[in-house]
């Protein structure tokens, strides 16, 4: 089915690990996001690509880098992961840079930092 | 990013309209109104978007006043899979981004 797809679904990591976040789509959209969703709160974005080469902050950046590999794929990479990091990650996209197309989200990774 | 205020929680009934209403009093002419929603252990799902007229869709339909200060997410007749997170968010003509608030959480009653 045409989407986007997120892996893994679920990790646990120790405090100060790293890993890297997966997001591919398959919709040939320009634009793509990265999300994370705290138990009982709204979405939060940390990063996103407007358009393939191009990466910008968003409200929560802190602690992550991200790489936008080719125009399917933008992943989320944790450097030194901190319990602060537990949350729910969506990856999304969009068919242009401006915010009246919809979007389309992943099914999300549940992350705990432990 | 102008900000849009929603209650935090409705309840209505199986099989019954559902209006759901959101207030952007310090929206600009070239914002957009967008509605997603996310159930239950799901990603957001794009539901609808509108500039100044009413649009409808397979989903819902959506009412924007003529002041376009508020408008209503209309779910016509609600089933127990409406049962999710409905946010209301602005976005201006040319915004790079969505900004999500804390939506309003809608039950469902049998």
């Known amino acids: 089915n045409a989407g986007v797809t997120q892996t893994p679904k679920f990790q646990v990591l120790k405090t100060g690990q790293s890993m890297t976040l997966q997001c591919a789509q398959d919709m040939n959209h320009n634009s793509m996001y990265w999300y994370r969703q705290d138990p009982g709160m709204g979405l939060r974005l940390i990063y996103y690509s407007a358009s393939e080469g191009t990466t910008d902050k968003g409200e929560v950046p802190n602690g992550y880098n991200v790489s936008r590999l080719n125009k399917r794929e933008f992943s989320l990479r944790l450097e030194s992961a901190a319990p602060s990091q537990t949350s729910v990650y969506f990856c999304?996209?969009?068919?242009?840079?401006?915010?009246?197309?919809?979007?389309?989200f992943g099914s999300g990774t549940r992350l705990t930092v432990v | 990013d102008a900000k849009t205020t929603q209650p935090n929680s409705m309840e209505s009934n199986e099989e019954e309209p559902v209006h759901l209403p959101c207030n952007h009093s310090t929206i600009s002419g070239t914002d957009y109104i967008h509605w997603y929603r996310q159930l239950p252990s799901q990603g957001p799902e794009y539901v609808i978007h509108g500039l100044t007229s009413n649009v409808n869709n397979r989903m819902a339909s959506l009412a924007i006043a003529e002041d376009r200060k508020s408008s209503t997410l209309i779910l016509h007749r609600a089933t127990l899979r409406d049962a999710a997170v409905y946010y209301c968010i602005l976005s201006s003509q040319g915004a790079q981004k969505l900004v999500f608030g804390q939506g309003t959480r809608l039950t469902i009653n049998p």
């Open positions: 999304a996209s969009s068919e242009a840079g401006l915010a009246n197309y919809g979007y389309t």
